[in-house]
């Protein structure tokens, strides 16, 4: 069965300093694709990165950065120079095709 | 995001009532899919749709049923509405899995 695993419920970052978020999952598959999405109190989530598995070369989006590491299944996500804004529930997110599996989520607070 | 809205944004019922939750896109997306979302399990899947008419079981779809007469609508009916069914709920369209999920707004039902 696919899991996604995220360790931290909770994390602090500095503004302006850089934070690691951790996700792992568990697959069978050698295909599949994993993503980041963000959670503000409006609800509404939005999509942060994406990264396919057949990709070695980490995805980045402006100041978002992931660490895939296939053989260890772990998919973190960097957020670097972090901004007020970023103060968000982050969910790693996993899927081979269709069906997504959603970690459990990790709350950032960005102390000013 | 325009391209899918969920109806109504609050819900408060009471047990035993049947709801119905409206999901609408305007994507022409081949699949949609309900989540709940509660604190500490992140979001799970109750049920979706891989077309008109076409529709499977999610991990969580006792107590649900599900309909898709047109592609852009995908109802989410509670027959009995019960208390453990407060939640906050997730549309979600998909057009290929690999570029990740468009969310709607989410809607808060409270079952009393």
């Known amino acids: 069965a696919q899991t996604v695993t995220q360790s931290q419920p909770e994390m602090s970052v500095q503004e302006a300093e850089t934070v690691t978020l951790s996700c792992t999952y568990d697959?069978?598959?050698?295909?599949?694709?994993l993503f980041w999405y963000k959670q503000p109190p409006s609800r509404q989530m939005i999509l942060v990165i994406r990264?396919?598995?057949?990709?070695?070369q980490n995805a980045t989006e402006n100041r978002f950065s992931v660490n895939f590491q296939k053989a260890a299944k772990s998919f973190s996500l960097k957020i670097s120079d972090s901004q007020l804004g970023d103060a968000e529930m982050y969910f790693c997110?996993?899927?081979?095709?269709?069906?997504?599996?959603f970690g459990t989520g990790t709350s950032l607070t960005v102390i000013p | 995001d325009a391209g899918i809205t969920q109806s109504p944004r609050h819900k408060v019922t009471e047990t035993g009532t049947p709801v119905t939750l409206r999901c609408h896109q305007t994507e022409n997306h081949r699949y949609m899919y309900w989540y709940r979302q509660d604190p500490g399990h992140g979001l799970r899947l109750i049920h979706y749709s891989y077309g008109v008419k076409d529709t499977d079981k999610g991990e969580v779809s006792d107590g649900y049923s599900v309909s898709r007469s047109k592609t852009e609508d995908f109802l989410l009916t509670l027959e009995s509405a019960t208390s453990s069914q407060t939640s906050v709920y997730f549309c979600a369209i998909s057009g290929r899995g690999g570029y990740g999920y468009t969310f709607g707004s989410g809607t808060r039902l409270t079952v009393v």
């Open positions: 990264q396919e598995a057949y990709k070695q």
């Open positions: 997110a996993y899927t081979t095709g269709n069906q997504f599996y």
């Open positions: 697959t069978s598959e050698s295909d599949y694709y």
